[in-house]
């Protein structure tokens, strides 16, 4: 893989689980190599407390985490993103901003672990949809993304977000 910083954004309608998650996955396992952003069509205005636990439990920072619009990043002076994954499928239908530079797009649609009820069930969900969010992640971080062709790569974008563990 190319020295270049690939910058991502992961969507969801309500920007305050599974793509805050995500977020802080690929910010986390890029190590460098990734740039992520989050967010949602109709941002729900606070991070779930069970992303937040997940996150903290996990060793991960919360500092800045906050839910927030995709309007944001199609303002003037946003990132020009390498590759937009929807993880809820609520987002993938929707008609989204134009972004500049015609990113790549994936739909890695997840079990939103955010209605289930009860609270060890719903910390299992979370756990569940994290590992899934990872697993996924490091599988495209494994491909030769600079070497591989438009077409190839969405090829391989849309069979990662496939993946069943």
């Known amino acids: 893989m190319s020295e270049k910083t690939y910058h991502v954004l992961v969507l969801c309608t309500g920007n305050s689980a599974r793509s805050i998650l995500g977020e802080v996955l690929f910010n986390h396992l890029g190590k460098g190599l990734f740039k992520a952003y989050s967010a949602?069509?109709?941002?729900?205005?606070?991070?779930?407390?069970?992303?937040?636990?997940w996150l903290q439990a996990n060793g991960h920072s919360t500092e800045g985490l906050r839910s927030k619009s995709w309007d944001e990043f199609a303002a003037p002076g946003?990132?020009?993103?390498?590759?937009?994954?929807?993880?809820?499928?609520n987002a993938a239908g929707e008609t989204c901003p134009v972004w500049l530079g015609?990113?790549?797009?994936?739909?890695?649609?997840?079990?939103d672990p955010a209605h289930v009820e009860g609270d060890e069930a719903r910390r299992t969900a979370f756990k569940r949809a994290a590992e899934q969010l990872a697993r996924r992640i490091q599988?495209?971080?494994?491909?030769?993304i600079d070497r591989l062709d438009k077409l190839t790569?969405?090829?391989?974008?849309?069979?990662i977000g496939r993946t069943q563990d």
Not at 102 to 111: K, R, S
Not at 139 to 144: D, G, N, T, V
Request: aromatic content about 10%.
């Open 40 to 53: 949602g069509s109709k941002p729900a205005g606070r991070v779930n407390p069970g992303a937040l636990e």
């Open 78 to 89: 946003a990132p020009e993103f390498d590759f937009i994954f929807t993880v809820c499928d």
């Open 102 to 111: 015609h990113p790549a797009t994936a739909h890695w649609g997840i079990p």
């Open 139 to 144: 599988l495209f971080m494994a491909l030769p």
């Open 153 to 159: 790569l969405k090829e391989k974008l849309a069979e």
